[in-house]
């Protein structure tokens, strides 16, 4: 009997021991992956921080810091408080997205505004030792600082000053981070929702605003339609003027230059008339073609007219006599 209790007990030793040596074996190597690291205490003190790849620590005398950090998440629409106690640092950029919280304007106006933080730990000593809870003491210093900013603009101005609110967000938080070893890369408000009679007056005022703006364009346009249209017109005046100005001057030149020729014309015939024909025989010939061109004007008319015959008809008988003359002696 007493054997079997030594065996027993040789057996429980054994098993104590292997189940030692399996559990330091576990907690000797530790594999860390990329953008990933491990703070190490030796004896309570901070001895080293593992970064990517395998590592070997002494058992039972170092081992890594675990850190008990609060995360908001949402579910069903809303946000639960999740606690999450973990040893491995991640040094990516994280994404925190705040719960709808109310702040209130310059000019006393209550909003709803849901922000986002987009944040880097950099230095994860600082991580774990400057700040108990780090994800809560962001969520926290955010709210203050978002209801300051605001709390500092009137209603309006926060409205359409997102990007202004999101850089002095920046700035503030990075700078109050900074000690906690956390970079703030971002802050963007994702929504600001003003109250229900709030938005209906802006409404209105954006429509009166855009009918306003309409009834002004269509004025305008009728105004520079009218403009365009007299312009056209006087153009099309100043045009039609200045053509028939150039119709009259070349037709007048025309009728200048027809004449000259003419004129020419007779001076030449009438030269050759007197080179031609001797002494004053030159005179009655040109009398007789004259009377001789007038005579059908004379004649032309209705049969039920009267027709004068002039009364030196018998003198131009007497030049075509002479023409005939003159035509004999050329001859």
Not at 22 to 35: D, N, T
Not at 110 to 131: H, Q, S
Not at 264 to 291: C, F, H, N, R, W
Not at 297 to 311: F, I, Q, R, S
Request: with cysteine; proline share 3%; charged share 25%.
């Amino acid at each position: 009997m007493r054997n079997i209790m030594i065996q027993y007990i040789i057996y429980i030793t054994a098993g104590v021991v292997v189940f030692f040596i399996l559990y330091a074996l576990s907690h000797c190597f530790y594999l860390v992956r990329q953008a990933e690291v491990i703070v190490i205490e030796r004896l309570g003190r901070v001895h080293r921080v593992l970064q990517a790849g395998l590592h070997f620590v002494i058992p039972f005398i170092e081992y890594p810091r675990y850190v008990h950090w609060t995360y908001l998440e949402e579910y069903n629409h809303k946000y639960v408080s999740i606690e999450k106690s973990l040893y491995r640092i991640d040094l990516r950029e994280a994404v925190y997205d705040f719960p709808k919280q109310n702040v209130i304007t310059k000019d006393n106006v209550t909003m709803e505004i849901n922000a986002l933080l987009y944040y880097r730990i950099f230095d994860p000593k600082a991580a774990i030792y400057a700040v108990e809870d780090l994800p809560e003491a962001i969520e926290k210093l955010t709210q203050t600082t978002l209801r300051n900013v605001i709390g500092a603009m009137d209603l309006d101005e926060s409205l359409v000053s997102r990007d202004s609110i999101n850089e002095k967000l920046r700035l503030i938080l990075d700078e109050a981070t900074d000690r906690w070893g956390v970079k703030v890369n971002r802050v963007e408000l994702q929504e600001v929702r003003p109250p229900e009679d709030i938005r209906q007056a802006m409404e209105k005022q954006m429509r009166a605003e855009r009918d306003r703006r309409a009834v002004i364009l269509e004025a305008e346009g009728r105004k520079r339609a009218a403009i365009l249209t007299s312009e056209g017109l006087l153009e099309s005046q100043v045009l039609e003027a200045r053509g028939q100005a150039e119709s009259r001057k070349l037709r007048a030149e025309g009728e200048a230059s027809a004449q000259l020729t003419m004129a020419k014309a007779e001076a030449a015939a009438i030269t050759l008339i007197k080179d031609t024909v001797p002494g004053e025989q030159a005179v009655s010939y040109m009398i007789a073609t004259q009377y001789i061109r007038a005579l059908p004007e004379l004649t032309k008319g209705k049969n039920d007219k009267l027709v004068v015959v002039p009364y030196e008809a018998s003198a131009l008988m007497g030049s075509v006599s002479g023409i005939k003359k003159i035509f004999n002696e050329v001859k």
